[in-house]
């Protein structure tokens, strides 16, 4: 059975970097756009970022120039680059995958489990 699993999250210092790491099992990213979603606490969830199957990528406002998506075909997996992190950037953080193209969470078909981001000095 196809499935995702997120790893990298971790406590970080306001300011630092974090990298997230999606890898897909049972099936080929290189089909698929994945999206990166956060819930923190309190909040819904949101997208921040996605990558389509044609290698476009899309940034929430609060995460231009502050993360970068990359795709390693050879490992079947995406990474999501965090950097100047702040607390409001806490929440646990999931990859989600559906066919070709980017859009809303409700579409995407393959999630992970999540990964903790926790932000605080």
């Known amino acids: 059975q196809a499935y995702l699993v997120e790893s990298g999250g971790d406590l970080v210092q306001p300011g630092g970097s974090l990298t997230l790491s999606c890898a897909a099992s049972e099936f080929s990213l290189s089909d698929f756009a994945v999206g990166w979603f956060r819930q923190a606490p309190g909040k819904e969830r949101e997208r921040i970022a996605c990558i389509s199957a044609y290698g476009r990528t899309y940034y929430a406002d609060s995460m231009q120039g502050r993360s970068t998506l990359s795709i390693d075909n050879a490992r079947n997996a995406v990474y999501l680059r965090l950097s100047s992190l702040n607390t409001e950037d806490t929440g646990v953080y999931y990859c989600?995958?559906?066919?070709?193209?980017?859009?809303?969470?409700?579409?995407?078909?393959?999630w992970g489990q999540g990964t903790q981001v926790n932000i605080s000095s």
């Open positions: 989600a995958a559906r066919r070709r193209l980017c859009g809303q969470a409700e579409t995407f078909v393959y």
